[in-house]
Antibody, heavy 122, light 105 residues
Framework: QVHLQESGPGLVRPSETLSLSCSVFGDSVSRTGFYWGWTRQTPGQGLEWIGSVDYRGTSSYSPTLKSRVTMSVDTSKNQFFLKLMSVTAADTAVYYC??????????????WGQGALVTVSS | DIRMTQSPSTLSASVGDRVTITCRAS??????LAWYQQKPGKAPKLLIYDASTLESGVPPRFSGSGSGTEFILTIASLQPDDIATYYCQQYNNYRTFGQGTRVEI
């Protein structure tokens, strides 16, 4: 059974960088045919895809967030990571890590972590 | 951006009812659409992908149809466990979600 678990600070100061990790259990981040992604959820904006990355570091980011986002993978630890720079209160959300199906591009998300609430506040 | 619009926003039905939720895309997305179910405090769960393919383990009372710009999620006989918010998601061009449909009994 595949299981994903987010970890990271629950509070980030405005203008700083939000950093989250996702540990993968029951699967390998090096597996072909899948990307590893991040989606966030806010009460006002609903669900918003942030981006996805594969084990080689090939990534696809939301055009809206692309200028502030970096994603990476550590195959030795079976983890992947999100960095979101220059955060504001609008980045306050529950952040989910996901396993994303991939054919020629990123498709749906078949496994989700439980979610990590990140609040941006001074 | 491809915008996804769901209707209705909230739906009230009785146990055993047939329930349908509509999702419309602002431009054609072929069949590149998924449906998710989210219960309060939980992560979304994949129900259907590629517009009509049932994810493994999902009860057969759930079904999806449509292509192009209009899609439908149907629950053949609503059960108490189906109380949740349902989201559509397109993945034809990047990925965007609908605003959600809350199903109540």
């Amino acid at each position: 059974q595949v299981h994903l678990q987010e970890s990271g600070p629950g509070l980030v100061r405005p203008s700083e960088t939000l950093s989250l990790s996702c540990s993968v259990f029951g699967d390998s981040v090096s597996r072909t045919g899948f990307y590893w992604g991040w989606t966030r959820q806010t009460p006002g904006q609903g669900l918003e895809w942030i981006g996805s990355v594969d084990y080689r570091g090939t990534s696809s980011y939301s055009p809206t967030l692309k200028s502030r986002v970096t994603m990476s993978v550590d195959t030795s630890k079976n983890q992947f990571f999100l960095k979101l720079m220059s955060v504001t209160a609008a980045d306050t959300a529950v952040y989910y890590c996901t396993r994303d199906r991939f054919v020629e591009w990123v498709l749906d998300s078949d496994y989700w972590g439980q979610g990590a609430l990140v609040t941006v506040s001074s | 951006d491809i915008r996804m619009t769901q209707s209705p926003s909230t739906l009230s039905a009785s146990v055993g009812d047939r329930v349908t939720i509509t999702c419309r895309a602002s431009q054609t997305i072929s069949s590149w659409l998924a449906w998710y179910q989210q219960k309060p405090g939980k992560a979304p769960k994949l129900l259907i992908y590629d517009a009509s393919t049932l994810e493994s383990g999902v009860p057969p009372r759930f079904s999806g149809s449509g292509s192009g710009t209009e899609f439908i999620l149907t629950i053949a006989s609503l059960q108490p466990d189906d109380i949740a918010t349902y989201y559509c998601q397109q993945y034809n061009n990047y990925r965007t979600f609908g605003q959600g449909t809350r199903v109540e009994i």
